[in-house]
């Protein structure tokens, strides 16, 4: 099993910024990829970004240029991504959940941005 804690949503205004953070341990392994989807309310759950072992990265196409998602390898069992979101937007709202491929969902983090 694979177990992931996330942390940083919050409440913030239009145009601000947070960082979300997903640890993982438990049976991890160097080369899984890990990543973030989002769900809003009434919304299907969508791809936001992911990183693989390597540090390759790729993003929706609505946060591109405002979303950067970075891996910290170092420690031997445990690997954090975080996420700097900048420019936040009012539709950047929703439950942020990280995913450690191929199925291991985080329990959710709440962002919500105010205009």
């Known amino acids: 099993q694979v177990q992931l804690v996330e942390s940083g949503g919050g409440l913030v205004q239009a145009g601000n910024s947070l960082r979300l953070s997903c640890a993982a341990s438990g049976r991890t392994v160097s080369s899984a990829g890990m990543g973030w989807f989002r769900q809003a309310p009434g919304k299907e759950r969508e791809f936001v970004a992911a990183?693989?072992?390597?540090?390759?990265?790729?993003?929706?196409d609505a946060v591109k240029g405002r979303f950067t998602v970075t891996r910290d390898n170092t420690k031997s069992t445990n690997y954090t991504i975080s996420m700097q979101m900048t420019d936040l937007k009012p539709e950047d709202t929703a439950v942020y959940y990280c995913?450690?491929?191929?199925?291991?969902w985080g329990q959710g983090t709440q962002v919500t941005v105010s205009s």
């Open positions: 990183i693989t072992s390597g540090g390759s990265t790729l993003y929706g």
């Open positions: 995913l450690y491929y191929p199925n291991y």
